[in-house]
């Protein structure tokens, strides 16, 4: 019977609880440890989710031979420098989402993946959800026609300003905390890269709401908008010339029905997807492509090429000017 991946977490933010759950309930994963640079807040946490070891440093998991595989669900800022750690360790990393602060340190992260041999994923876990199965193969159906536009919107608000996306030290703001999954999910759309890009932003601390355009060359254009200081919205709209696809609840359907309204000839049709944990599905890809050498759904590049995009997007911000993308591999 083949060995469970015996995974080891970096810290124990919110985040990390959803891991741990999804790691609970997949086939072939167990959490072994859990690291915080405060040992007693790791004693407690390996105590609330029955985890064997509690270490009181991050580089204490890394030399532990009880760990083989490392979650990052640090702040932003901190995602390359651990993540480059745990792989020099010989620990492959599934590391949150977004990646890295830019396209640069993700290229970095990619290149000491290369250089060590160790797996590395970036963990957006919505893409994993079966509805989006249903919306890509209705798009290839031509259900909709020729993808025209792709409007999304993620946004909340953030009440303690003392939070990790209101901090600039952190790398935080709206568009690294839910804006890069409205970059992901119109980049998969169009499967294409986008040559320019546009955004306006309000900024405090962070940017605390942008708005931004995607042009993707002889391809659809993309619209979103993400915010942590207005109320919760989470929809996507991709409208096509025979009709659209609305996702109401496009980024964290949790494990109830979600659905997906496909909307032609002035009639509505309602396609249900069942639930599921998505933190599990991405657990279960990685730990696939780390026992049996399959690929990963979605490879480490591709995190790359996001970020590629989000740091033209703050460039555009800044200086009020179009910018074109810059080609990242």
């Given amino acids: 019977m083949e060995q469970p991946v015996r ?91 977004p990646v890295a602060v830019s396209a640069a340190e993700a290229g970095e992260m990619v290149s000491a993946s290369r250089r060590t041999g160790m797996l590395l994923a970036e963990a957006f876990m919505y893409r994993f959800h079966p509805m989006y199965e249903r919306v890509f193969g209705l798009i290839e159906s031509g259900a909709i026609g020729r993808v025209v536009t792709i409007n999304s919107a993620f946004t909340f608000f953030l009440e303690d300003r003392s939070e990790i996306p209101a901090s600039r030290e952190l790398a935080g703001g709206s568009l690294m905390d839910v804006g890069c999954y409205c970059v992901n999910l119109s980049r998969m759309i169009a499967k294409a890269e986008p040559s320019r890009v546009f955004a306006f932003e309000r900024r405090t601390t962070v940017d605390d709401s942008m708005v931004g355009a995607l042009e993707f060359e002889n391809g659809p254009l993309a619209h979103f908008e993400c915010s942590i200081e207005a109320s919760e919205r989470c929809r996507v709209e991709i409208a096509g010339t025979d009709g659209a696809i609305v996702l109401e609840n496009a ?23 069942p639930g599921v944990n998505t933190y599990r599905l991405e657990v279960e890809d990685f730990a696939r492509a780390l026992r049996k050498g399959e690929p990963l759904r979605w490879p480490a590049e591709d995190a790359i090429r996001n970020m590629a995009v989000i740091d033209a997007l703050y460039q555009s911000a800044r200086t009020g000017n179009a910018v074109e993308v810059k080609r990242a591999d």
Avoid at 251 to 273: H, N, S
């Fill in 251 to 273: 980024w964290i359907p949790g494990e109830a029905d979600a659905e997906v309204v496909l909307c032609r000839g002035g009639k509505e049709e309602r396609i249900v997807t």
């Fill in 7 to 97: 995974w080891g977490i970096l810290g124990t933010a919110r985040i990390a609880r959803q891991i741990v759950r999804g790691i609970g309930q997949s086939r072939g994963s167990v959490v072994s440890a859990v690291a915080s640079r405060n040992r007693a807040r790791a004693v407690q946490f390996a105590k609330e989710h029955g985890i064997a070891q509690a270490f009181g440093s991050y580089d204490e998991l890394l030399q532990s031979p009880e760990v083989e595989a490392v979650y990052v669900p640090l702040p932003n800022s901190l995602h390359a420098e651990w993540t480059i750690r745990a792989l020099d360790a010989g620990k492959p990393v599934l590391c949150e989402k």
